[in-house]
């Protein structure tokens, strides 16, 4: 939502700045995310002083003046205003400048006499229309001054963004009415001039009403919420007065006519959207709310040509649909320069409807965009008699007929009780029931005191979104200012409802994973997928992925392609989400998984590092990379339970197996990767389903014995104070015996001063005897207190060689 500083200030009388207006709005309403001064044009233009002023020997009407702009050197700059004078200050062009009605400035010589830039009037700054004498300032300012430091001229957009439960807030009515509230001011619609022709009370009818001869009605119920009309006759369409235009170009929109502009000018002023017809263009004349018929097609002010479909709402004439209701006016009537009467549309919309036929046509306007969040159906009256009334301003015109209101009318919402020990409770401060009283008024809210724990609230009609107490408490913690709560540690009452177990499995897997240096993602659950054994989304957001995924890893593959196109080689990646198979019921069956995807470097690169290409590929992350993780992933989602890796079929590396039971595997992931990508490798495990149960059926409750997780807590470790003592040992291994199993035997037998044992290398081929391989590992030791002797780690490694020889049958290699 675009919004003008100065439109602001003629609904509320402030005095804050551009910029604390910002902090304002964002602290208390909605975030701004841009604040843009609109002229920028003005830029170049500096304070100058005249320091010296004398006639021109050759004109009668010019002056000589030297000029100091704060470049430390008098500027010679020939004058043609009779107003200059030796020591005043005046805003000044220098050579170079681009003007606002696209004069450039340039070094010249006028009358025999240089000029090196020019001395300019409110005309030529484009603040007014005095030509007749320089613009002359009284400030304190030295000169070179940027001129809009010390003259805030013209007006500052502030770009907002609009949440989608705040339809009120798309127009300067709904953000004034914050505004006022902040700052005790008080709010009143802008003063139009001319703007005060008498509009006749509207007749109210449920489905049909006429406007002298002309018919309006709506054929059926649901169409439309409220529907509104009035003639103005006698208008002359021409260019908009300049004020007009001034607004509608602070907010980014263009001006078209003064009929248009002014129809435009409501809808962001009040958040009303307007139409004119063209009454000259209407067949009958008449006006039918109705549903659009087999075949019909119309084209739009855009000049596109459209085709219509039964479950869309037009407006028609006697013959044919002249609007696509809440959403764009035909072309057919639309009002151009030969237009005397209009016939003049105000209406309320159904919010599901616009929703649904904008995205059928496939193109959206601000029109569809507030009738698709909601405009308040108390509205249009207002609305309708703002419109005509600028119109008539600006266009000239009468109202001779009553406008007419079709308007079944709507049930008012109950009031709401907001208690004060409830407030407390919520927001942890005490705040009576007369502040929260004061609060919700000052916003429009209808807050009368019933006791002193008790007020009885009645929301606006703008105010859609309030429907339970929870809202108003929220209000009242905006309106007071969510920096005047305390923002210490308070003591409270711990719940006695336990987390769910499932919440706690992943919170636990989450935290090992990203201990092990993997980045969480959380992308959508969507994927192309195919129709056979997917499960489709009936409305998706993306018709290129309309299926809901069955792993995890379909989805973290591409977010890897989209590193690597990017230029990211290393990625650590991991997801903890929901994947989906299909089932001979309605509901699919869902399944919360464990993703992981690693590819390139162990770790980061060091300055330190080899350059060698053997280096290289012995720092790369390969398949034992991923067992491991695989390992990790399986011994915290299924603790207290045997984690057993097994070989994988049918394209799998591994297989995870828990208590025997498989729940995941490893596998080399193909990826659309460049050249000079390493390979991919992914890990799943099943962490089980997700609980569809209906929480309630049949008036009984489903109903699940709370798991109270069990509390460990590790013991301190200081951080190390002694170097480690690393040394590498080569075994021949039988084929049969797993690198698991070695490194559980030297675990074993090393005792507590073992602080690391990883595994560097694996080699099987000459030199190496048959049905054995060579694996290398190094253990690093380190004692708490002092340095381990070369001594005590020779004893080391023999006692681990001579354990691992006695019970798996490993020797130490030789050769």
């Known amino acids: 939502m675009n919004v003008s500083y100065e439109w602001l200030q003629a609904f509320v009388p402030f005095n804050v700045t551009p910029a604390k207006l910002r902090d304002l709005i964002t602290s208390r309403v909605a975030t701004v995310d841009e604040l843009v001064p609109l002229r920028t044009d003005l830029a170049p233009i500096v304070v100058a002083r005249v320091v010296e002023a004398g006639a021109h020997p050759d004109s009668d009407h010019l002056w000589i003046t030297k ?104 127009s300067h009515l709904g953000f004034a009415r914050e505004v006022s509230a902040a700052v005790d001011s008080p709010l009143s619609l802008p003063q139009v001039e001319g703007a005060s022709a008498r509009i006749p009370d509207a007749t109210r009818d449920r489905a049909k009403g006429r406007i002298g001869k002309i018919e309006v009605r709506v054929e059926e119920d649901g169409l439309v919420r409220r529907y509104m009309a009035v003639v103005i006759r006698g208008i002359r369409v021409g260019p908009s007065p300049e004020w007009l235009v001034r607004r509608l170009t602070a907010i980014g929109s263009r001006s078209i006519n003064n009929v248009v502009d002014a129809t435009n000018y409501v809808l962001y002023e009040l958040g009303q959207p307007t139409h004119a017809f063209d009454l000259a263009k209407l067949s009958g004349p008449s006006v039918v709310v109705r549903r659009a018929r087999a075949g019909e097609r119309i084209t739009t002010l855009d000049g596109s040509d459209r085709a219509l479909t039964d479950a869309m709402t037009v407006i028609a004439d006697g013959k044919r649909p002249q609007a696509i209701a809440g959403v764009m006016g035909g ?41 698709e969040r909601g405009v308040d159906p108390a509205l249009p009256p207002t609305a309708l008699a703002r419109t005509a009334q600028i119109i008539v301003a600006v266009a000239g015109g009468r109202v001779d007929d009553a406008p007419v209101d079709i308007y079944p009318g709507e049930q008012l919402p109950s009031p709401m009780a907001l208690r004060a020990s409830r407030v407390r409770q919520v ?76 919440w706690l499995l992943t919170r636990r897997v989450r935290e090992s994973l990203v201990g092990a240096g993997l980045l969480e993602t959380r992308p959508m659950p969507f994927v192309a997928g195919g129709p056979e054994g997917f499960v489709r ?42 994947v989906f198979m299909a089932t001979d019921v309605a509901m699919p069956r869902e399944e919360l998984h464990v993703g992981a995807l690693i590819m390139g470097r162990r770790q980061p690169p060091h300055f330190t590092d080899p350059k060698s290409d053997e280096f290289a590929r012995a720092m790369t992350i390969d398949v034992w990379d991923a067992k491991a993780l695989a390992e990790l992933i399986a011994g915290e989602a299924f603790r207290g339970t045997t984690i057993s890796i097994e070989q994988g079929a049918e394209g799998e590396l591994w297989q995870i197996l828990a208590g025997g039971v498989p729940v995941g595997g490893v596998r080399a992931l193909a990826l659309d990767a460049p050249i000079w990508a390493k390979p991919a490798f992914g890990v799943e495990i099943s962490l089980g389903p997700v609980d569809s149960t209906a929480v309630a059926a049949a008036g009984t409750h489903a109903y699940r014995t709370p798991q109270y997780p069990s509390v460990t807590v590790g013991p301190f470790r200081p951080l190390p104070t002694q170097p480690a003592s690393p040394f590498d040992i080569s075994l021949l291994v039988p084929d049969g015996v797993r690198a698991a199993d070695i490194e559980k035997e030297i675990r074993a037998v090393s005792g507590d001063q073992l602080e690391a044992v990883m595994l560097v290398d694996e080699y099987a081929g000459d030199k190496i005897e048959s049905g054995h391989r060579s694996l290398a590992w190094r253990l690093t030791f380190r004692h708490p207190e002092r340095t381990i002797t070369a001594k005590e780690i020779e004893g080391r490694r023999t006692n681990v060689l001579r354990h691992l020889e006695k019970t798996l049958n490993v020797r130490a290699r030789t050769t």
């Not at 057919?332 to 003049?344: A, C, I, Q, Y």
């Not at 649904?356 to 009738?371: M, Q, V």
């Open 427 to 502: 927001l942890g401060e005490p705040i009576s029931a007369d502040d929260s009283a004061v609060l919700l008024r000052s916003i429009g809210f209808d807050a009368r005191v019933e006791s002193a724990d008790v007020v009885r609230v009645m929301p606006p009609t703008w105010r859609s979104d309030i429907v339970r107490e929870t809202d108003l408490i929220e209000e009242v913690a905006r309106l007071r200012g969510y920096d005047s709560f305390p923002d210490e540690i308070r003591p409270f009452r711990a719940c006695n409802v336990p987390d769910d177990p499932q």
């Open 67 to 170: 000029v100091d702009a704060g470049t430390g050197t008098l500027l010679d700059v020939v004058c043609g205003a009779p107003n200059v004078k030796q020591g005043a200050l005046y805003p000044f062009a220098p050579t170079g400048t681009t003007m606002p009605n696209g004069l450039k400035i340039e070094k010249r010589r006028i009358r025999g006499q240089t000029s090196n830039g020019m001395l300019c009037s409110p005309r030529e700054l484009g603040l007014g229309e005095d030509h007749d004498g320089i613009l002359e300032l009284s400030v304190d300012a030295t000169p070179g001054t940027p001129f809009l430091r010390i003259m805030p001229v013209g007006d500052t957009r502030l770009v907002i963004d609009v949440a989608p439960n705040r339809p009120d807030l798309l």
């Open 331 to 371: 072309r057919d009537s639309e009002v151009s320069e030969s237009t005397t009467d209009v016939l003049l549309e105000v209406a309320s919309f159904d919010p599901q409807r616009t929703r649904a036929t904008r995205r059928t046509l496939g193109f959206s306007t601000d029109a569809s965009y507030r009738f």
């Open 537 to 578: 989304v009936a409305n998706p957001l993306n018709e290129n992925e309309p299926y809901l995924r069955r792993e995890v890893l379909d989805t973290l593959a591409r977010r890897a392609e989209y590193n690597l196109s990017q230029m990211h080689a290393d990625i650590r990646l991991f997801e903890i989400g929901s």
